[in-house]
């Protein structure tokens, strides 16, 4: 076996209704200031009103920062920061989606380090201290809520960068089904396919090992027994809970390990042509699968995967993810050397159990857009 190091979770607090606990939940860790990171659409569903509400009533002070952005950017975190600055609270809460949770988790790299997001680019670069943070996804998909990473766009370009500090893990994470359903249907498609990458990347990447094989292995069987009445829109609120579980522990799958070549040729898709996370991911994964399939080690993990669904891997992904039923991008085949390019500088593409070079990334990406093409 070789060596690892195991990252700590968050305490989990899941089941339906436990937004309510979220006042013991901040008495636990001390604190009676709160800043509160969301965007207006959550707002809107109630979520925050609720929250809020619980907060006040026992007695607590929080203020609420509305300015999160889809895919937030290094001024996004200041602006988020320069509010807390003014506040000076003693804890910082993310209630939404995966925007939400990288804003906040921004927020608290910079309220008492200096500089900016792209300085902290890697791991563990956080010299000072940071907040305790607590993490109410309404989203099951990102995984952001066990992952001590906050993913953020370089300004003025659609660079990702994922700034990672083990500090910025939250305290607790709070998964209640209740929450996810607000979410439109397109975003509960796209980060349920994003979910199912989470967890089929890290069952095989190079950095697996036996605590996150563990996570991936059981939020594979959470995911694929949820994901697809949750394409259909017809999951219940149990369908609900074990999306939100198994998307969670993907998260934590992949804070134990890492993720691969479906991760690594999809950024370039939406960094270029603006292809959702989520769709892009699902555009590649089927073709990773079978790139990887040739990996004897990784062969025998899709097997046992295979034996958790009772039947084959690889039809099953293909058939649940055509039943996201999302539109073709088109991508004139062109621009792959481009793509190509781009894909080799991602650096999840260097945990694929497979390595990636050039041959097999511009191979993914043509069966990826042949596949895409067929009637
Ligand atoms: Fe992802």
Known sequence: MTSFDARPSPRIVFGAGRLAELPECVATLGVSKLLL??????????????????????????????????????????????????????????????????????????????????????????????????????????GSECQSYAVVSRDGSHEKMACGDPKALAKIAILDPELTVSQPQPVATLTALDALSHALESAVCTKRNPISSAYSAEAFRLIASAIRPVLAGSAGPDTRGRMLLGAAMAGSAIENSMLGAAHATANPLTARFDVAHGHAVSLMLPHVVRLNSADPAAAAIYDGLARTLGEPLLPWLEETIALAGLDTPVIDPATIPDLAADAARQWTGRFNPVPLRDPEITSLYHSSFAAAAAP
Do not use: W
């Not at 988020?80 to 804003?103: K, N, V, W």
């Not at 200096?114 to 996804?137: E, H, Q, T």
């Open 37 to 142: 990171v969301t965007d207006p659409g959550i707002v809107a569903a109630g979520h925050v009103g609720r929250a809020t509400g619980y907060l006040e009533a026992a007695g607590l002070s929080v203020t609420v920062f509305q300015g999160t952005h889809v895919n937030p950017s290094e001024s996004d975190i200041e602006a988020c920061r320069s509010f807390a600055t003014e506040l000076q609270p003693d804890a910082i809460i993310g209630l939404g989606g995966g925007s939400s949770m990288d804003t906040a988790k921004g927020c608290n790299f910079l309220l008492h380090n200096p500089g900016r997001m792209s300085d902290y680019r890697g791991y563990g670069l956080a010299k000072n201290a940071m907040l305790p943070f607590i993490a109410i996804p309404t989203t099951a998909g990102t």
